[in-house]
């Protein structure tokens, strides 16, 4: 999807031999994202590519959530550069930095409304590692994201940021395994709609609290306690 005037735009690369199918595309008269919607192996969703504007643009931004909420019925893999970070501390190298960037709080925002999981953050939680660097100011940032639909969070191997080279940013790489291998099991994961039923909350804190009086006595021994806890 080319800018006006050929000077920018963004890309979808897919290669060949990789079974997925086009039905519709959005793009930006600014070249500013592109999103497919169609088939990647059997399974519908969105794939798209995005370049956050480096200036605030409300009227933009706005514009491109509604666009996304319009096609969260299917799944959505988004990447590129979103000129924001989703945690100042742990995701710019000048520590108690504050500055959120361009794009503000874009990426909670999408996480909270979209339930689009940051990749590389939810395989690498508490560690630091940026993807551009600011030679004008010797500091570091993660920029660059890969959010996908938390249903296809439990699909997703070897994430990771490659070193920045020849650009003063890094790329972000992942794998996707779609097909599920014969006999190999799902990785479970808790079904995020309980933890806002009141009723459910209500019920498990209840329970809780009847564990730790039932058994006190093996408290002391916290694998035992917790593993119980569990079951």
């Known amino acids: ?12 690369l897919v290669r060949k031999g990789v079974d997925f199918r086009v039905e519709r595309q959005y793009q930006d008269r600014r070249g500013r994202y592109l999103l ?12 798209g590519t995005y370049y956050g504007p480096n200036v605030q ?6 514009q491109f959530r509604k666009l996304l909420l319009s096609l969260a019925h299917l799944p959505i893999i988004l990447g590129g550069d979103f000129n924001a970070v989703a945690d100042p501390e742990l995701d710019r ?5 504050k500055r959120w960037g361009a794009g503000g709080r874009t990426i909670a925002y999408y996480a909270d409304v979209l339930r689009l999981v940051d ?21 570091w940032s993660r920029l660059d994201y890969i959010l996908i639909a938390d249903s296809l969070f439990s699909s997703v191997r070897d994430v990771q940021i490659a070193p920045v080279e020849i650009s003063d940013h890094a790329w972000v790489e992942f794998r996707l395994q779609l097909g599920r291998p014969v006999g190999a099991a799902g990785l479970w994961r808790f079904p995020r709609e309980l933890y806002e039923d009141q009723a459910y909350v209500v019920y498990i804190q209840a329970q809780w609290k009847n564990y730790q009086i039932d058994n006190r006595a093996h408290q002391q021994t916290a694998a035992l306690y917790w593993e119980t806890a569990k079951a």
Do not use: I
């Not at 497919?36 to 794939?47: A, F, N, P, W």
């Not at 643009?57 to 706005?62: E, V």
């Not at 939680?125 to 500091?139: C, I, M, Q, V, W």
């Open 119 to 139: 990749l590389w953050r939810a395989c690498h939680p508490g560690e630091r590692d940026y993807t551009h660097l600011s030679r004008a100011h010797g500091t």
């Open 93 to 97: 190298s000048d520590k108690g930095s």
């Open 36 to 47: 497919l919607q169609g088939t990647l192996e059997g399974k519908r969703l969105v794939l």
């Open 57 to 62: 643009d409300m009227a933009f931004s706005r």
């Open 1 to 12: 999807n080319p800018a006006l005037g050929r000077k920018a735009g963004v890309a979808v």
